[in-house]
């Protein structure tokens, strides 16, 4: 209904900038500026809780000394989510974009950061190719993590061509792809605590068998 600082809209000075919302046009509501949602501080949230994700299922498998080369993925994935993450907060792309300026003259590109942004394909294919058997170890990780490329390049082409669908486009991608990714880490904890599932739907630790079963499957030495 309104927007200000200070008085009227609030008793004091100092607030920032507050909304005056009517909700169900019952009461009125006063929310801050910095409450409102945007789909870069939605994203940025999404990475950083990724990353940590990826960091405490490096420490478990570490912990359990499972496979070296899945605690390398996990590795890779930590820091990877976690520059992506420092990006979005701090806008490092388009810094160096508007530093770069030279490369908006090439064909096709408006903003230089757009360029840089889409550099960032080299690092992420190296290192799809380097884990592939990771990766293509599930289906259904497959499927979500393809859809989610998908739609990232929709997003991506959407924004050098000035289209809306970018930001849409980009939620759903990073949807599919976190999806994707939990499922993977599911399956990466299952396989390396050696976990399994139970009747009630958890997950608890394979029993391991005792001295006493080894002891008599083992064949009787001959006398």
């Not at 019952?26 to 940590?52: G, H, M």
């Not at 739609?151 to 994707?180: K, Q, W």
């Amino acid at each position: 209904m309104d927007k200000g600082r200070g008085p009227p809209l609030v008793p004091y000075e100092g607030s920032g900038l507050v909304y005056k919302i009517r909700v169900l046009d019952l009461f009125n509501l006063y929310a801050d500026e910095e409450s409102r949602p945007t789909p870069d501080n939605v994203t940025a949230i999404a990475l950083v809780a990724a990353a940590t994700m990826c960091l405490m299922t490096l420490l478990l498998l570490k912990a359990a000394a499972a496979a070296p080369r899945i605690r390398r993925f996990y590795a890779f994935a930590t820091a990877g989510l976690a520059l992506l993450a420092l990006d979005e907060m701090f806008a490092f792309h388009e810094t160096l974009g508007h530093n770069l300026r030279f490369l908006a003259d090439l064909p096709g590109v408006e903003r230089p950061d757009d360029v840089v942004f889409l550099s960032y394909v080299v690092p992420l294919a190296i290192f799809a190719w380097a884990f592939h058997d990771v990766l293509l170890a599930d289906r259904r990780v497959v499927q979500l993590f393809a859809v989610g490329t998908l739609l990232y390049a929709i997003a991506v082409a959407g924004d050098i061509a000035g289209v809306s669908i970018d930001e849409p486009a980009e939620m759903v991608a990073a949807v599919c792809l976190a999806t994707g990714l939990v499922v993977l880490t599911v399956s990466a904890l299952r396989d390396g605590l050696g976990l399994g599932p139970a009747p009630d739907g958890r997950f608890v630790r394979r029993a391991e068998p005792s001295a006493e079963v080894l002891s008599a499957a083992r064949p009787a030495a001959p006398r």
